[in-house]
């Protein structure tokens, strides 16, 4: 992509309205801009991380055996009259009247929908496990929404529903999804702290959050401290059911809970190992029985030719505030430091003389074989000066950057930064790109 052919406003100001770092620095960055409170138009360079953070979900759930479907945002009431949630979930729900005066809302979650299309289409045991989720937006009237993305109004949101005919089976399907939230969070950079939590209006019996640390997180946290360091990057291989479920053991056999789970008295910790902090929910997942089943009668037959409600779960990632939590995550004062794996482009190459031939040659030259060669590239061929240039790669947290000046040219060479890193390597133009391109790939 060239810049000049780009939209990307950014801002030099600091934002008054943005209260968090990743607030300011996505509307600072072009990102994203409020339409209204909680609501976001994501513009091109915010929409190419929203992508990247969603192929990732999609990669980690095929891998776990979940399947990709698409549900409508527009839901009818009657399916919640009918699970009893249209009355409970309040305010929250934004509720809409079509021409027919029809009662319809604008989902907040797709339990209802999903075991209405399950119920209307698997009779026999013979069809479960299955495990079937979508990435959809979501409306959800909060009192409060603020932080940018991170408690928006509405929201993208993965959500996933497994549906077992037994407990056994369901518990094994919970782990799966366990182990692939850890993947998915590690793949971005981010060290997930599971957490045993309360299983709020959606009721049932298991549940954990999925929290990174962050001072400006709106969840209480207490955990072992071991967990602080803890990669989450796990090998699994999801058809070894007994490897599956020793993961999910041996990451909950440390103490982790959020506040409303948490109690002193009865904390396993010893105060000196106990970690008090703030963290950022980025996903939450149940297991709540037949909750749904039996309330909505979705039920299949048995080896014995028995009906029996199935055994539910639900799993839910905060796509859309996974992008301002990863920024929480990691920026630093100059601006984003996006991680290789969700980065808007990975490389950029500077033109620090638009204008001059040499400048203009070689950084047209690196563009083009870099493109070629499958990176995604952003050309910064302004005619701006300097500063200006590479204070806007350092605040979009372009994690590569190559640099061509007339003076670098004049002895053969251009620079390379990371970003993040100190360190500046001069390399040929032929080198910087075989660095380039390693570099992406590993
Ligand atoms: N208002 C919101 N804005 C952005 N993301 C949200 C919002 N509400 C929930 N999410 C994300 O969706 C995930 C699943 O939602 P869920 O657990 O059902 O919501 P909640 O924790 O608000 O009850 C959460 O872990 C969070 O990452
Ligand atoms: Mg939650």
């Known amino acids: 992509m060239r810049l000049t052919q780009y939209f990307l406003p950014t801002i030099k100001e600091n934002p008054t309205e943005a209260q968090i770092v990743s607030h300011r620095l996505m509307l600072r960055a072009g990102m994203i801009r409020q339409s209204a409170a909680g609501i976001y138009t ?17 990669e980690e759930q095929a891998r776990a055996g979940a399947i990709e479907m698409l549900m409508p945002t527009l839901q009818p009431a009657e399916l919640w009259q009918e699970s009893g949630r249209y009355d409970d979930y309040g305010k929250e729900m934004l509720r809409i009247t079509d021409r027919h005066d029809r009662p319809l809302l604008y989902g ?26 979508h990435i959809q937006w979501k409306f959800r009237d909060e009192v409060r929404p603020r932080f940018g993305v991170m408690r928006g109004r509405e929201f993208l949101m993965k959500d996933g529903y497994s549906f077992d005919l037994d407990e056994d089976s369901a518990r094994l399907a919970y782990a799966r ?17 599971p957490m045993r939590a309360d299983t709020g209006p959606i009721g049932g019996n298991l549940s954990h959050e999925f929290i990174i640390l962050a001072d400006t997180g709106e969840s209480e946290v207490y955990c072992h401290r071991r967990f602080v360091e ?9 058809s070894d059911a007994a490897a ?18 948490h109690d002193a008295k009865s904390c396993p910790v010893p105060p000196d190992q106990l970690v008090t902090a703030r963290g950022i929910e980025v996903g939450h997942i149940f297991y709540f029985g037949t909750k749904y089943s039996a309330s909505m009668k979705a039920s299949v037959t048995d080896a014995s030719g028995q009906p ?7 799993y839910g990632i905060g796509v859309s505030r996974l992008v301002g939590a990863i920024i929480e995550a990691s920026h630093d004062d100059a601006g984003i430091v996006w991680p290789k794996s969700v980065a808007p482009f990975t490389v950029a190459v500077v033109n620090l003389k638009s204008g001059d031939t040499a400048c203009d040659a070689a950084s047209e030259g690196l563009y083009q074989t870099l493109t070629n060669a499958g990176v995604e590239v952003l050309l910064d061929d302004r005619a ?18 190559i640099l061509v000046g007339p003076k670098g040219l004049e002895r053969g060479v251009v620079e390379i930064r990371q970003r993040g890193l100190d360190d500046r390597t001069e390399l040929p133009p032929d080198d910087a790109v075989k660095f380039a391109v390693e570099w992406v790939r590993s």
């Open 177 to 193: 999804m366990f182990v692939s939230y850890l993947r998915t969070y590690a793949r971005m950079g981010l060290r997930p702290i």
């Open 308 to 314: 029996r409600d199935m055994h539910m779960g639900s």
């Open 230 to 238: 803890r990669s989450a990057k796990v090998e699994v291989d999801y």
């Open 108 to 133: 907040p979650t797709n339990e209802e929908m999903i075991t209405d299309i399950v119920r209307n289409t698997v009779k026999s045991y013979k069809t479960l496990p299955l495990n079937l989720y």
């Open 384 to 401: 701006d000066r300097i500063g200006v240039k590479l204070a806007d790669m350092d605040l979009i947290g372009v994690p590569l950057q």
């Open 244 to 261: 599956v479920t020793g993961i999910m053991q041996d990451w909950i056999s440390d103490y982790a809970a959020t506040g409303e789970m």
């Open 42 to 58: 994501w513009l091109p360079l915010g929409l190419r991380v929203l992508r990247k953070v969603e192929a990732i979900v999609r």
